[in-house]
């Protein structure tokens, strides 16, 4: 066959310069790249505990790190990887047990998971900048 | 094959597939996964309402017997759960095996002692040392 008269709507491997990445992996690499921060904030929360039960002076640096612009940044980007890892990881259970492959429904639990982490993360975003 | 091994190869393979670990991994990610999802909604939520509050009553929070156990809980498993992530990121993205190992080993060092420096400290405030 020629190359004037190949069939022309045959499907093609994705060319990564100009292709588009569909939502789902859009959000699978937010999964991944979440985690990782996550692993990181485990540090600081592992430094938290530490510093609570260290003298008042030292406690006071750290919560003044806390109050920072840094710091609020620090805790509300954290805030933020955790609430999406976790309603996509609850997507991943499902998966794991076989439910939601279809494309339509992965397209739509992948808004869905968007919607609940973006929600969940403002409201604690409200609620903490409240009570500091 | 040693000559020794009397079991054949599929005795040999069977569950363990090609990472030598079979499901042990897949299946202690989905486990932690699954215990993190209550834990890490309630520390969440006690994180926020804790927002600017002092030494004292953050003190007085981590020391009562409840969160001390789910507190302690969250942390080792989280870590744990960790840990296996960054061990998967690893192996896909670092290709020398040495520098892979190292890094797998640094990782589980890490998380490790900082599971282990966090409990203390929980147990410190709750026990009043």
Redesign the interface.
């Known amino acids: 066959m020629s190359v004037a008269n190949r069939p022309t709507n045959r499907p093609l491997s994705p060319h990564l310069q100009v292709y588009r990445l569909p939502i789902t992996a859009r959000l699978s690499i937010l999964h991944?790249a979440t985690?990782?921060a996550?692993?990181l904030g485990?540090?600081y929360?592992?430094a938290w505990?530490?510093f609570?039960?260290a003298s008042?002076t030292t406690?006071?640096k750290f919560?003044a790190f806390n109050?920072s612009i840094v710091g609020r940044i620090v805790l509300g980007g954290w805030?933020f990887c955790?609430?999406y890892h976790?309603c996509n990881?609850?997507r991943?259970?499902f998966w794991?047990a076989g439910i939601g492959f279809e494309i339509k429904e992965a397209e739509k639990a992948s808004y869905i998971v968007i919607a609940v982490a973006v929600i969940a993360t403002l409201a604690?975003w409200a609620?903490?900048?409240r009570?500091? | 094959m040693k000559s020794s091994d009397l079991r054949t190869p599929l005795a040999r393979a069977r569950g363990l597939g090609s990472a030598h670990t079979g499901l042990h991994h897949w299946w202690m990610q989905r486990l932690t996964a699954i215990a993190l999802v209550p834990l890490v909604v309630w520390f969440a939520v006690s994180l926020v309402m804790m927002s600017g509050a002092d030494q004292d009553v953050v003190r007085a929070w981590i020391g009562s017997p409840f969160v001390m156990v789910l507190l302690i809980l969250t942390i080792v498993v989280g870590l744990h759960h960790g840990q296996l992530g960054l061990q998967v990121v690893i192996e896909d993205y670092i290709h020398g095996e040495g520098r892979k190992l190292a890094l797998i080993l640094l990782v589980r060092f890490v998380a490790v002692l900082s599971g282990l420096a966090a409990t203390v400290a929980i147990l410190r405030i709750g026990f009043g040392g």
Request: charged share 5%.
């Open positions: 991944r985690g990782v996550l692993s485990a540090l929360l592992v505990v530490v609570a039960s008042p406690y006071a919560q109050a805030l955790l609430f976790l990881g609850i991943h259970l794991d604690s609620v903490g900048l009570l500091a």
